[in-house]
């Protein structure tokens, strides 16, 4: 099968001759440019210079929007997300964005040195990509989520990353993808060992002032 082709994406750095990257990756129905206004709110005192990444992900039709075409990194059958699964498209995003870190490797970051970091089909598609993926990166930032065809991990599951940082983090109120999904995950994870810091926030499916907060600090330490 041909690779995808690469994606298009928006980048910001915090300082000139970034040494390490963040690739970012939106929400259903969003674009790359959903999540750029976070950057400037992010405490990344003690960080080094950062390249960050926000890929648009293609425009196909999403089954429980009626067939909408929007952007979307795989296809949603049912509101229960994983009832059934589109693990066709799960991997040819997976593959894209491996092509993105392929990018920045090439442009002198090492793996060790990048965040994939997402929110909500954002956040399954780090989790896809970033427990396969086969050499050591910095962390996996996963907001209001969950981990997308789970019975697979186990057997898939680099172990270059078994002991990568985990953020998850979830809205109380989250009504599109509830808490216990994301809590179902969490535990899943956690059987397999990976070492997750859990947060919980009282909002809906979004980003709040205190999770941003929260998320500077992390990325400090998983790339200072």
């Given at each position: 099968?041909?690779?995808?082709?690469?994606?298009?994406?928006?980048?910001?750095?915090?300082?000139?001759?970034?040494?390490?990257?963040?690739?970012?990756?939106?929400?259903?129905?969003?674009?790359?440019?959903?999540?750029?206004?976070?950057?400037?709110?992010?405490?990344?005192?003690?960080?080094?210079?950062?390249?960050?990444?926000?890929?648009?992900?293609?425009?196909?039709?999403?089954?429980?929007?009626?067939?909408?075409?929007?952007?979307?990194?795989?296809?949603?059958?049912?509101p229960e997300l994983v009832r059934r699964e589109d693990s066709a498209g799960l991997r040819k995003s997976q593959q894209q964005i491996?092509?993105?870190?392929?990018?920045?490797?090439?442009?002198?970051?090492?793996?060790?040195?990048?965040?994939?970091?997402?929110?909500?089909?954002?956040?399954?598609?780090?989790?896809?990509?970033?427990?396969?993926?086969?050499?050591?990166?910095?962390?996996?930032?996963?907001?209001?989520?969950?981990?997308?065809?789970?019975?697979?991990?186990?057997?898939?599951?680099?172990?270059?990353?078994?002991?990568?940082?985990?953020?998850?983090?979830?809205?109380?109120?989250?009504?599109?993808?509830?808490?216990?999904?994301?809590?179902?995950?969490?535990?899943?994870?956690?059987?397999?060992?990976?070492?997750?810091?859990?947060?919980?926030?009282?909002?809906?499916?979004?980003?709040?002032?205190?999770?941003?907060?929260?998320?500077?600090?992390?990325?400090?330490?998983?790339?200072?």
């Open positions: 099968m041909n690779a995808p082709a690469i994606l298009e994406t928006i980048e910001i750095t915090s300082a000139e001759n970034p040494t390490a990257a963040v690739i970012w990756l939106h929400g259903l129905g969003a674009d790359g440019n959903d999540f750029v206004p976070i950057v400037r709110e992010l405490d990344l005192a003690g960080c080094p210079a950062i390249r960050f990444v926000f890929p648009h992900a293609d425009a196909i039709p999403v089954t429980v929007n009626g067939g909408y075409v929007m952007r979307a990194w795989y296809d949603i059958f049912t491996e092509q993105l870190i392929a990018r920045e490797i090439a442009r002198g970051i090492p793996t060790d040195k990048i965040v994939l970091a997402g929110f909500s089909q954002g956040c399954a598609m780090t989790l896809q990509t970033g427990l396969r993926y086969p050499q050591k990166l910095a962390g996996l930032l996963c907001l209001s989520g969950y981990l997308p065809i789970h019975t697979t991990v186990a057997a898939e599951r680099s172990l270059a990353n078994a002991e990568t940082p985990i953020f998850m983090a979830h809205g109380r109120g989250d009504g599109v993808v509830t808490i216990d999904r994301a809590e179902n995950s969490r535990d899943v994870l956690k059987a397999l060992g990976y070492a997750i810091e859990w947060h919980e926030y009282l909002m809906p499916h979004s980003v709040c002032a205190e999770e941003i907060d929260d998320i500077g600090p992390w990325l400090k330490r998983v790339l200072g």
